[in-house]
Each structure stands twice: as C-alpha cells, then as structure tokens.
C-alpha cells in the first residue's frame, strides 16, 4: 500500500490558478505530498485583476480543520490569504489546538507596496506569528513587521534581525527583484543568505505561495528546517526562471517545472535507448551514413537544455555496430556542445557518404552550415543529422535507404 506524506494548505482559491491554494495544491503534488486544504475565502481573479472576494465564515472554517484533522492529520501547514481578522483568530485556534507547525505567509502587502489587508488584520497576523515555526514575509511586509525601510542589502539583514528579535521566531525575508532574488533567514538564531539569481521576467504570480508550500512540503517530507528552506530556495527559482508567459497581466510560476526536469531527463535516456535499439535490430539504416572509420553518437537535448548522450558512441563493426559507453547526462562532449550551439532536439553525428550525398542531390536531405530549416549540419568539418524527435531522425534515415 501506498502513502505519501500529508501537508495541509489554509488559503483562498485563485480562479485563475496561478497562486492560492491551487499554488500550493500543484507544489504539493509535484513534491510528492498529498495535500489538504482549509479554504479560507474565494477569489474572482485572472492575471491582471482581482474582481470579486467571497470570505468563507469562521464557523466553516474551523468546520475544515476538525474534518481533517479528524482523518488524515498532517503535522505541518501554510498559510496564504487571510483577508479579517475574524478568520485569523479562527485559524489561530485550530493551529494551536491541533498542535500544527505552521509555515507562515503573512499576506499583508503585494509586490508592488500595496496595502491588501486593513491594519486590524495585521494585528490578528502579528499574533498568529507568534504560533509559527517560520514567516515568509515579502520586502514590503517585512517593512511593516520590522518598522524601517529595506534599501539594499544591509537594511535587509537589518530588518530581518528585528524580526526575530522582536517576535521570537523563525523568519526568511524575500528580498525579491529589486535585491536580485536575495532572502535572508533566521533559523533558530543562525543566520543564511539565501541568493538568488536574477530573472528577467514578468511572470512571477504566485512566487510567494509556491515558496512556502514547497518549505512546507519538504518539511513534511522530513527535512530539518534550515536544510528545507534551502531546497524552497532551489525550487522557487526554478519556478520562476521557467515561469509561464499565460494571460494578459502578470503570468504564474510553474510549480511543476522542478519534477518536469527529472522526467524530461529520463524521457531523453529513453528516446536514445530507442534509437540505439533500432540501430541494433537493423543496422544497416545507421551505416548508411558511417565511412569505415566513422563514429556516430547521438544529442537529446530537453526543453530545460540538459544534454543526454553516449560516453563514447557508435562504431562499425564489420557489417554490425558496437556501442560504447553508457547514456549519461551534461557530459562535455563534442556533439553536446553542438545540440547547445544550434539549439537542436536531436543530433546524430554521422559521416559524408554516397547515400548522403545522393539524397541531398535528390532534395531529400537539406544540407547547410548554419542549421535553419536544414536536416544535416556541417559544421567543422563534422556531420550532423538533426532532427525534432528520435521518430524524425529514424524517418529520415529510412528515406535515404530507400533511395
């Protein structure tokens, strides 16, 4: 029988699914964590705009939190939009009556310096804090808790250090764009600079969510603090630098871009065992395009530009092939290096022969040095098919046989 770890979300819906408790729910499971959700009010929202806010009452809410924990029980929690206090004090608790470790996300001020809640809502959210195991608060919240401007770098520990000071507990501040990624945490009085990089993109809603619910999420999974924090770290970012240009306003982060590198490296190791695999069962359709010292290997690049290639390659071996090496991944090799430089799918190196040839002169085969719209390059004097599957490398080979 099967079981995963149990986080739970206390958040609002977004209806365009960019952040809220659809945010959390994607991270979640695409951090291997089955994830419950307390839904603390309903949003009519897209990616420019906000239009409508529905509260859900307290009375329901706490109603959420008895079912759950009733049942499936999780040990940690986040929080994400709390519009009253009403609903604060209601959170609060159930959080202290189930005894819950809560990640929290004190949404207080967007992005941009806004103001989202009234100041008798950032009261109620001061004194959740102090039911927490760690806040997230953005720059601008982070000004707010703190009572000081946060400029550059030094203003930033600065603040945070207030923070922990003055609310005793765990904190990480998001140093966001304008600090090129740059958080700062507190973890049990240890300090940590978490550094970012800089990301060139509009398309960051639901950062904020998709960082805490993956702090949430590893800590389920049974990560100490200090040590999930940096893994949130990695996986925001790339949330983030492979965020999703979808709208007309500011576009989401893609939570599943994380779990997508894995499968699409594996997909690669696959699409080549494939090629391999049919150049064994038939060789022939491979030397074709192999002069008697000729050495084949083959380039998958995915959509993250990871390279999956052969160790050593493809030789021929009297009428047969001998395969060298094992498929291993962002080696630095000849053929990797030109699958970057031509931003190909595929690459199979491959010898000038009469079957080449012919099929060139016959328009089947396009050959050029720069690669646009060709099917074989040449480029320093070596020889690469190329192509925007495994299916289309094998496709093209076939043609040229059946010449």
């Given at each position: 029988?099967?079981i995963?770890?149990?986080?739970?979300t206390?958040?609002?819906?977004?209806?365009?699914?960019?952040?809220?408790?659809?945010?959390?729910?994607?991270?979640?499971t695409?951090?291997?964590?089955?994830?419950?959700?307390?839904?603390?009010?309903?949003?009519?929202?897209?990616?420019?705009?906000?239009?409508?806010?529905?509260?859900?009452?307290?009375?329901?809410?706490e109603?959420?939190?008895?079912?759950?924990?009733?049942?499936?029980?999780?040990?940690?929690?986040k929080?994400?939009?709390?519009?009253?206090?009403?609903?604060?004090?209601?959170?609060?608790?159930?959080v202290v009556?189930?005894?819950?470790?809560?990640?929290?996300?004190?949404?207080?001020?967007?992005?941009?310096?806004?103001?989202?809640?009234?100041?008798?809502?950032?009261?109620?959210?001061?004194?959740?804090?102090?039911?927490?195991?760690?806040?997230?608060?953005?720059?601008?919240?982070?000004?707010?808790?703190?009572e000081?401007?946060?400029?550059?770098?030094?203003s930033?520990?600065?603040?945070?250090?207030?923070?922990?000071?003055?609310?005793?507990?765990?904190?990480?501040?998001?140093?966001?764009?304008?600090?090129?990624?740059?958080?700062?945490?507190?973890?049990?009085?240890?300090?940590?600079?978490?550094?970012?990089?800089?990301?060139?993109?509009?398309?960051?809603?639901?950062?904020?969510d998709?960082?805490?619910?993956?702090?949430?999420?590893?800590?389920?999974?049974?990560?100490?603090?200090?040590?999930?924090?940096?893994?949130?770290?990695?996986?925001?970012?790339?949330?983030?630098?492979y965020?999703?240009?979808?709208g007309?306003?500011?576009?989401?982060?893609?939570?599943?871009?994380?779990?997508?590198?894995i499968?699409?490296?594996?997909?690669?190791?696959?699409?080549?065992?494939?090629?391999?695999?049919?150049?064994?069962?038939?060789?022939?359709?491979?030397?074709?395009?192999?002069?008697?010292?000729?050495?084949?290997?083959?380039?998958?690049?995915?959509?993250y530009?990871?390279?999956?290639?052969?160790?050593?390659?493809?030789?021929?071996?009297?009428d047969?092939?001998?395969?060298?090496?094992?498929?291993?991944?962002?080696?630095?090799?000849?053929?990797?290096?030109?699958?970057k430089q031509?931003?190909?799918?595929?690459?199979?190196?491959?010898?000038?022969?009469?079957?080449l040839?012919?099929?060139?002169?016959?328009?089947?085969?396009?050959?050029?040095?720069?690669?646009?719209?060709?099917?074989?390059?040449?480029?320093?004097?070596?020889?690469?098919?190329?192509?925007?599957?495994?299916?289309?490398?094998?496709n093209?080979?076939?043609?040229?046989?059946?010449?």
């Amino acid at each position: 029988m099967m079981i995963r770890p149990v986080a739970m979300t206390i958040a609002g819906s977004d209806s365009g699914g960019g952040a809220g408790l659809q945010a959390d729910l994607k991270t979640f499971t695409s951090l291997g964590v089955f994830g419950t959700v307390i839904v603390t009010g309903l949003t009519a929202q897209n990616t420019y705009s906000v239009t409508k806010v529905l509260e859900v009452p307290p009375e329901f809410i706490e109603a959420q939190f008895d079912a759950v924990m009733a049942d499936l029980k999780p040990k940690y929690a986040k929080t994400g939009m709390l519009s009253s206090s009403k609903i604060i004090d209601a959170v609060r608790k159930k959080v202290v009556e189930y005894n819950i470790s809560l990640v929290l996300d004190p949404v207080m001020v967007a992005k941009s310096g806004a103001p989202l809640v009234t100041e008798d809502t950032v009261n109620a959210l001061k004194e959740l804090i102090k039911n927490s195991l760690i806040i997230t608060p953005n720059k601008y919240e982070a000004e707010k808790l703190a009572e000081m401007k946060i400029i550059d770098i030094t203003s930033l520990k600065e603040a945070t250090r207030k923070i922990y000071d003055s609310f005793k507990v765990n904190v990480v501040v998001k140093g966001g764009s304008s600090l090129n990624g740059l958080d700062y945490a507190i973890i049990d009085g240890k300090e940590i600079e978490l550094k970012g990089e800089p990301i060139n993109t509009k398309n960051t809603h639901g950062s904020g969510d998709v960082f805490s619910a993956s702090l949430t999420a590893y800590l389920a999974k049974g990560e100490k603090l200090e040590n999930a924090l940096l893994k949130a770290k990695e996986y925001v970012t790339l949330a983030i630098k492979y965020s999703l240009d979808l709208g007309k306003g500011h576009g989401p982060v893609d939570p599943f871009v994380p779990a997508d590198i894995i499968i699409q490296r594996e997909n690669a190791r696959q699409e080549i065992e494939k090629l391999l695999w049919e150049f064994e069962r038939d060789p022939s359709l491979l030397l074709q395009v192999l002069d008697e010292n000729g050495k084949a290997n083959v380039a998958y690049m995915t959509d993250y530009g990871d390279v999956a290639t052969l160790a050593g390659g493809v030789i021929k071996y009297l009428d047969k092939i001998k395969i060298d090496g094992p498929i291993l991944l962002n080696i630095k090799n000849e053929i990797s290096e030109k699958a970057k430089q031509f931003n190909k799918k595929v690459l199979l190196s491959i010898s000038i022969t009469k079957k080449l040839l012919e099929a060139s002169e016959k328009g089947l085969i396009k050959i050029s040095e720069s690669g646009i719209n060709s099917d074989v390059i040449i480029s320093e004097g070596k020889v690469y098919l190329v192509g925007d599957s495994i299916s289309d490398i094998i496709n093209k080979l076939r043609r040229m046989r059946e010449l």
